[in-house]
């Protein structure tokens, strides 16, 4: 801030005392219930000497103490180059000459870097995984499962079957009436009309019940096969490892919830239903073209393995445009969401991030339409050469009637004109439909994907641990060993140590030390590469990891607040009384906040809380760690966004209510832990 930035009008909005009584501070204004209080005080406004230069002339600092001094090797493990910077090289440095040497903190090449700058194996977000060829028949038995199995499909078989045999029934009955024409008188064929139209009629709505029948089949089944995938993917989710959201970004996962379930939820039924229905029309069609017209038909195989090859020459390029079609997709949509939640940092950073954002977000849409402008090069190249092969069978079917017309009355050559038509266009539909089914079945190959994703630990293990577990607050590490991925290096590194029942221990150290690691491994959020961790002596990897965690309570650095009721929030298995809950909220200060709410307990909280400030989100976190008397308490950099006053009466909190607990204490500031 002043170094860079000492030339700038600067607001800076804070609760550190430090800060505010700092003497480069020109004006510092008091804000209380959204009024001003008072200024507090306001000096003339001064050239002050640069306090903090800037990163790149950072050379050197005085050390005052010998302890100030850094750890022998305690050196960074990649070199800084000038585009890893904040500060362009071109920027003149305000420092004057005699500082331009020393621009890089001095680097011992010597020592062995704990990583390799050409290795991507530390990559956090991996590729996402796009199969390649056929859709396994592992994913089509396991729809196949879901949707009922064979009573379900062999339904489906007598359903379909009835349903053509009756509309080619009726089709029969229709010719052979129409035959009569020429050998009735018109009286006779007039007094018969009524019982041809009745028997016809019969036919008519027979196969009209049976389409019915199998529209509710199919979509009863189809349902019942979606809510399995959902509940199998919501559930394997639910339990998959923290490291899995880590590395699968959050857009990625959304086109599984939407985009792919929306596939099984609508195409794939209709796919199946149009599917089955032109399966059976062009077997009962060619079957009764075939009898017709007899050896003639012969002539047709050679066309009728044209059109599969044809048909085999385009599902496969459509079903690999339709898997890249999603994986281009997933870029997108994770782009648009974190544009969204980070709308207003992109902002502040100007008009050029602005525009940068812009043109991502261009790119990505343009590569997912070149997928979709590919799929449609495909599909006019498939429907010109279908079309070419329907105009030459239909030719070959002509040509046959002509040549038999003498041995078939008019009503069948109608009726096989008619069919041949219905021929055509069901080996091409048959084609198209059979593509958008495999293609379709993508979906489910992509849910069944992220439904065999690796689990956590058992979530109860009987007689693992008794119910009044743990019994005191007791913490033991033994040469525990911890990493975030598999082949990741190691954050904690055979770590020992034992913590009594009832002490309270402060962990410190700077930034990627691993303070938050040790408390992972105590959560078990991630399982430990090597060593133990006992609570009351009892092995953590013994127990189930809702157990585990129940039996302790965390106050966050940054508090997550479920959208509802604040009792919700608070007490969400509805285990403690209204008097229980106001008596938290007075032992944490809160009773006037809340009572000034209309609806008091049930007064709605906001997604992630945003109607309450994070202290106060804080505070709420530590009321529902006082309902539970935890006897393990974790603190993760709790007072990092918290102003001294409640800073103060959070500690307070801690000396009185927990006296009897183990709080373990990762912080910054020392007086947090020096308390």
Known sequence: LLGLLRHKTILLVTHSPEIIGSQFVDRVIEIKEGQIVETLHESKKEDHDVLVPPLKARSFHEVDNEDDLPIEGDIPSATLHYEDSLVSPSIKSPFGAHLEEHLFTPIDESLQKTYSEEDTSGKLVVVEEREAGRVSSEVFMAYFNAVGGWPVVLTLLVVQCTWQGLQVASDLWLSAWTSTGSKLTPEEFHANAQYNISIYAILAVGSSVMVVFRSLTISCASLRASKKLFNDLAKSLLRAPMRFFDVNPLGRILNRFSGDINQVDGRIPGSMSYFMATLFMLLFSLGTTIFVIKSMGLILLPLMWIYYKVGSMFVQPARELERLSKTTSSPMFNHISESIDGAILVRAFGPNQVRRFERTHYAKVDRNNEVHMSYDFASQWFTF????????????????????????TAGLIGLVLNYSLQIT???????????????????????????????????????????????????????????????????????????????????????????????????????????????????????GVKTLRESMAIIPQNPILFKGTLRSYLDPLDQYSDAQLWDVLKKVRLTDRIASETDKLASIVEENGENYSVGERQMLCMARALLRQAKIVIMDEATAAMDHETDQNLQRVIREEFATSTVLTIAHRLDTVLD
């Open 385 to 408: 050469r279908v079309q070419v092969v329907s105009a030459a069978m239909l030719f070959i079917i002509s040509v046959s009637l002509i040549w038999m017309h003498n041995s078939i």
């Open 425 to 543: 266009s069901n080996l091409e539909g048959i084609v198209w439909v059979w593509s958008g089914l495999e293609t379709a079945m993508v979906a489910p190959e992509r849910v069944a994907e992220y439904t065999n994703v690796d689990q956590e630990a058992s979530r109860v293990i009987p007689g693992a641990a008794s119910s009044e577990w743990p019994q005191d607050g007791s913490i033991s590490f033994k040469n525990v060993s911890f990493r975030y991925k598999t082949k990741d290096p190691l954050v904690l590194k055979d770590i020992s140590f034992d913590v009594k029942s009832g002490e309270k221990i402060g962990i410190v150290g700077r930034t990627g030390a691993g303070k938050s690691s040790l408390t992972m491994a105590l959560f078990r959020i991630n399982e430990i590469a090597s060593g133990t961790v006992e609570i009351a002596g009892v092995n953590t990897a013994t127990v």
